[in-house]
């Protein structure tokens, strides 16, 4: 028999990731509409622990579908690690009568609510909210395109420089684990070569690269380095290069936290909006402990432990774009 459901609790948890905000709106509204009552909590599961929820009414997530950032704040949790700490969130939730549960966030935020919803009788639905798409099951996650819109952008002005100055710059954009980011900028930009953590290049390769565009008479050269690849860090394999081909003046670039930031892109609000009006579908129609995702343009439903699985491939036919437009 399908669980009736009555009170829903949503929170962010883990990195933010812009067009979260769109998502927490799309979840109150169509609960609203639906019938239900909707409470957000504060800090992800510490505030799950501590029992920091409030309720969401749909005036309250107005203005916000524009805003970077999470409206209901997030934080990692050491304490929900431990059956003492998802006890403590049990009963916190249970003091509200929350019937589900609808948790936005990456792999960390799911594995959490994989353990919790085994442990208690409480319906977990995920969204997936990361810049770095690195979960399976979706083709795209919440935040994503507005980091790499935000990393081209960036990378954009350099090449306005670096065309000007004869320069090599290494841009490092994030992605410790996965090179989408990465990959998508590279292709974007016009880079010339892309270092990602699903790649085996070596510095060997990198100089080579950098040699045959030279011999090519290239006026400047744009490397986009992915934080978790196997060479090193931008700066690390920046000396490197430095050391052996001194035909540019090299820099490098750290985008760093930018990309987490800013408005999301007309494509993140629509993601978010989607997803966060199918999530809240699914917990009416009796779905448990599944991932929301977006595949070939439909909603799809993957469970928490294939979506987390990993690694998520890449997509080869971009790999080699990249690779063949580099030239």
Known sequence: MTREIKRIAVFTSGGDAPGMNASIRAVVRTASFNDLHVYGIQRGYEGMIDGNLKRLEPRDVGNIIHRGGTILRTARSERFR????????????????????????????????????????????????????????????????????????????????????????????????????ALHTGIGSGAESVLIPESDASIDNVVESLRKGAKRQKLFSLVIVAEGNKIGSANDIAQMVKERFDYYDIKVTI???LQRGGSPTAFD?????????????????????????????????????????????????????????AI
Do not use: W
């Open 255 to 257: 985008i760093g936290h």
């Open 82 to 181: 431990t059956p003492e700490g998802r006890k403590s969130a049990y009963e916190s939730l249970m003091a509200y009568d929350i019937d589900a549960c609808i948790a936005i966030g990456g792999d960390g935020t799911f594995t959490g609510a994989h353990v919790f919803s085994q442990e208690y009788d409480i319906p977990f639905v995920g969204i997936p909210g990361t810049i770095d798409n690195d979960l399976n099951g979706t083709d795209y996650t919440i935040g994503f395109d507005t980091a790499v819109n935000t990393a081209i952008e960036a990378v954009d002005k350099i090449r306005d420089t670096a065309d000007s100055h004869n320069r090599l710059f290494f841009v490092e954009v994030m992605g410790r684990h996965a090179g989408f980011i």
């Open 269 to 325: 609000r629509v993601l978010a909006s989607r997803l966060g009006f199918a999530a809240v579908e699914a917990l009416i129609n009796g779905q448990n402990n599944v991932m929301i995702g977006l595949v070939n343009d439909r909603i799809h439903y993957t469970s928490f432990g294939e979506a987390i699985s990993g690694p998520k491939p890449l997509n080869g036919d971009l790999l080699r774009l990249a690779e063949v437009l």
